[in-house]
């Protein structure tokens, strides 16, 4: 059974986007995004604020913004790397024979930006973190469907990720920068989107943007069909009349 959905709210932020039209237009024109921004985030408490780096800051901007004031609502968190910048400073302090900064190691892990929401939020809602590659987002829409089919009458979908810091950053794809996205998603019984994985005899040509990217730029316009194709696996989402 396929599951039927629609957005009922989006935001995203990246170096000099942080709005609606902002990142449309840039959407319709991508572009390597430069600068040193950071979201302000004002809506956390400072001591909370403080422990987390630039992507957990994006990460959870773009949660607040998306994400209804009352508690309640089921997250999914996606980043094909997490905050692994974190991961590869405390493998270089290992390296070195220095100690471990005990926040730094709590806050490399995968689900730390989702945990530090919800307790900031006081939130015990069910959240859940997804890493699966060139196919993260399709992970973590397949799991807010779980979350729709199961009952719950809407779910918020943290996309977020950055460029790889050296010495794995020639393995970053051309142009990444930080950026982040969330989705409020609803059940849609008779048209909305939809997101089927099919086996593909061929290789077929992806989106000229990063798949996290590509992904979000079908969510928020009238595109009819976006695909991404990861090995043998092709992701086709629809959008029906």
């Known amino acids: 059974m396929t599951v039927r959905f629609s957005v009922e709210g989006w935001a995203a932020w990246a170096p000099?986007?942080?709005?609606?039209?902002?990142?449309?237009a840039w959407l319709s024109d991508p572009r390597t995004l430069t600068g040193d921004d950071v979201p302000e985030l004002?809506?956390?408490?400072?001591?909370?604020?403080?422990?987390?780096?630039?992507?957990?800051?994006?990460a959870l901007q773009v949660a607040y913004w998306v994400t209804p004031k009352t508690t309640g609502v089921p997250l999914v968190f996606?980043?094909?790397y997490g905050d692994i910048a974190r991961s590869v400073a405390l493998l270089g302090d290992l390296a070195r024979g220095?100690?471990?900064?005990?926040?730094?190691?709590?806050?490399?892990v995968h689900n730390a930006i989702g945990a530090m929401f919800s307790i900031a939020r006081q939130d015990?809602?069910?959240?859940t973190a997804v890493a699966a590659g060139e196919e993260t987002v399709e992970a973590a829409i397949v799991e807010a469907l779980g979350f729709l089919a199961e009952g719950a009458r809407e779910v918020v979908v943290v996309s977020y990720d950055e460029s790889l810091p050296s010495p794995f950053d020639r393995f970053s794809s051309e142009g990444e920068f930080t950026r982040a996205w969330a989705c409020r998603l609803v059940a849609a019984p008779d048209d909305g989107?939809?997101?089927?994985?099919?086996?593909?005899?061929?290789p077929a040509g992806n989106a000229d943007l990063p798949?996290?990217?590509?992904?979000?730029?079908?969510l928020t316009t009238d595109a009819a069909e976006y695909r991404n194709t990861v090995g043998a696996r092709t992701w086709q989402w629809q959008r029906h009349a």
């Open 16 to 24: 000099g986007l942080g709005d609606q039209a902002s990142w449309s």
């Open 42 to 58: 004002a809506e956390m408490a400072p001591m909370a604020r403080r422990r987390l780096d630039r992507l957990g800051r994006a």
């Open 78 to 80: 996606a980043s094909r």
């Open 98 to 108: 220095e100690p471990l900064s005990p926040s730094s190691f709590s806050t490399s």
């Open 124 to 127: 015990r809602t069910a959240y």
């Open 193 to 202: 989107l939809s997101l089927t994985p099919m086996l593909t005899a061929a």
């Open 211 to 218: 798949a996290d990217l590509a992904a979000l730029r079908f």
